[in-house]
């Protein structure tokens, strides 16, 4: 009965491989973002995406990118793989609007080799 | 930036001490909440003050919000071992992006 489920829970590679996490909420929200937090556990937004409408940070590299097969999930897929994209990665869930409590996943420690 | 700061990075108490929490933002917002993260897990939501709001309780957290200053801080009373974490202040505003945009943390340690 988990709310925000993020697989895998850890993902090692190497550098030039592409890979995916899946992530799957089952609360009926609208709206899904994916974050990124670093070593420092800074948190960083890199998309939200919600009725079809993907917003990304700009500083997000295109080597990112979020699919949605449905409202319910949003995966991320990694390109070209590099090891500063080694980091802990969320996602996350919300109703649109105010106030915009959000439910996080458990997180994907991804490590690039 | 919408991005928080919190102080102080890291805080270690007692058990049973009150422990204290700081978090400045730069931009006018429409609600800030504070997020607790145990270590090597996701972030879970504690509590929410609106801008029109200026303090809030939920048992033994109290969270104030002084927007003139852009600032806010949690407290937890009476603390516990199981306080340990670090704790995220999030501030929201209402725009096409409609994100929330998370502090650097602190990071509390509750000695038994």
């Known amino acids: 009965d988990t709310a925000v489920s993020q697989t895998p829970k850890y993902l090692v590679t190497q550098m030039g491989n592409d890979k995916s996490i899946k992530c799957e909420q089952n609360l009926g929200h609208d709206t899904m973002y994916w974050y990124k937090q670093d070593s420092k556990k800074f948190l960083k937004i890199m998309f939200s995406?919600?009725?079809?409408?993907?917003?990304i940070n700009e500083t997000v590299p295109n080597r990112f990118s979020p699919k949605s097969p449905d409202k319910a999930h949003l995966n991320l897929h990694i390109n070209s793989l590099e090891l500063g994209d080694s980091a802990v990665y969320f996602c996350?869930?919300?109703?649109?609007?105010?106030?915009?409590?959000?439910?996080f996943g458990q997180g994907t420690r991804l490590t690039v080799v | 930036s919408q991005q928080g700061e919190e102080d102080p990075q890291a805080l270690s108490i007692q058990e049973g001490e009150n422990a204290t929490m700081n978090c400045s933002y730069k931009t006018s917002i429409n609600n800030l909440q504070w997020y607790r993260q145990n270590s090597g897990r996701g972030l879970v939501h504690l509590i929410l003050i609106r801008s029109n709001e200026r303090e809030k309780h939920s048992g033994r957290l109290r969270v104030t919000l002084d927007t003139s200053k852009k600032s806010s801080s949690l407290l937890i009373t009476a603390s516990r071992a199981a306080d340990t974490a670090s704790y995220f202040c999030?501030?929201?505003?209402?725009?096409?992006?409609?994100?929330?945009?998370f502090g650097t943390g602190t990071r509390l340690t509750v000695i038994p």
């Open positions: 996350a869930s919300s109703l649109t609007g105010t106030p915009l409590k959000a439910f």
């Open positions: 995406y919600n009725n079809k409408e993907l917003i």
């Open positions: 999030a501030t929201f505003k209402q725009t096409g992006a409609n994100n929330l945009f």
